[in-house]
């Protein structure tokens, strides 16, 4: 026998989204409130067995960074055991709810995610998946104009969802430039450290890997693409990676002259 297979997939969204993973006019009016909203919709349909333990995931993560990606769209998240295929809530608010956005914009559309944890790499592709997607204004208006569920999910259709083992190309960088920012703080306290320990728990291994060769080499290993040049090194990037940076500034790009990771919004937290 070989190891065991992890199968690739490659499927619209629609696939992995029933209709009653849908919540069309949610309820909540606070971030946790909204989780807990969407959280025991997957729990009445068995999709998620243990609520109480994924709304607390999901909310440890947010508090090290807002999931929010501005223009009204959040994707909260966290890993957990629910089997081979990532389970999706997606949640429809009308007025929106404060996510904490850098824009300030109210959230109106909620895509909670929980995944195995086995599957590494999965979650950076998916992410990158919809957040490419999802930073598209007409896009985003379909969503917020279906007329109900069952058409919202029609337009998730165009969403594909695919996960390659080997191929992680697009990575979600908002973690790791919060990882940065806290290491370089120095001095850390007890509860800085307890938020790093958190997030290099949340990272993948690999990604953790380079991130800390990129940091003995260099000092630092996520720059800014500010201006199409690498924060780091001061090379210009080229014009096709800086246009696909200023697109989706949380995934993280490489600079193909000092190997740091580069992306647009290194604000972080
Ligand atoms: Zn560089």
């Not at 290491?183 to 953790?208: F, H």
Request: with cysteine; hydrophobic share 40%; aromatic share 6%.
């Amino acid at each position: 026998m070989s190891r065991p297979s992890s199968p690739a997939f490659d499927v619209p969204l629609s696939d992995l989204v029933t209709v009653d993973q849908i919540v069309d006019c949610m309820k909540a009016t606070t971030v946790k409130d909204g989780v807990e909203e969407l959280v025991a919709n997957l729990e009445s349909i068995k999709l998620v067995d243990n609520a109480s333990t994924a709304v607390k995931r999901v909310m440890e993560r947010e508090k090290l960074a807002p999931t929010a990606l501005g223009s009204g769209v959040a994707i909260p998240h966290a890993r957990m055991d629910v089997g081979e295929k990532p389970v999706f809530a997606i949640g429809r608010h009308l007025e929106g709810i404060d996510f904490g956005a850098l824009d300030d914009q109210p959230v109106q559309l909620i895509f909670l995610l929980v995944w195995q944890p086995e599957r590494p790499g999965l979650f950076n592709q998916l992410f990158a998946n919809l957040v490419t997607k999802l930073n598209n204004a007409s896009f985003r208006q379909r969503l917020i104009e279906a007329k109900d569920a069952k058409d919202l999910r029609d337009v998730l259709a165009a969403i594909r969802i695919e996960w390659m083992s080997s191929s992680a190309t697009a990575l979600d960088g908002t973690m790791l430039t919060a990882l940065q920012n806290l290491e370089k703080e120095g001095k850390e306290t007890p509860a800085q450290d307890r938020k790093i320990a958190l997030i290099r728990q949340d990272l993948d291994s690999s990604i953790l890997w380079r991130y800390d060769r990129l940091k003995k080499l260099h000092g630092t290993a996520v720059a800014s693409a500010e201006g199409g040049v690498c924060g780091g090194c001061s090379m210009q990037l080229s014009h096709g990676m800086y246009s696909e940076i200023q697109k989706n500034p949380q995934l993280l790009f490489v600079c193909e002259r000092c190997g740091r990771f580069v992306m647009g919004d290194v604000s972080g937290t």
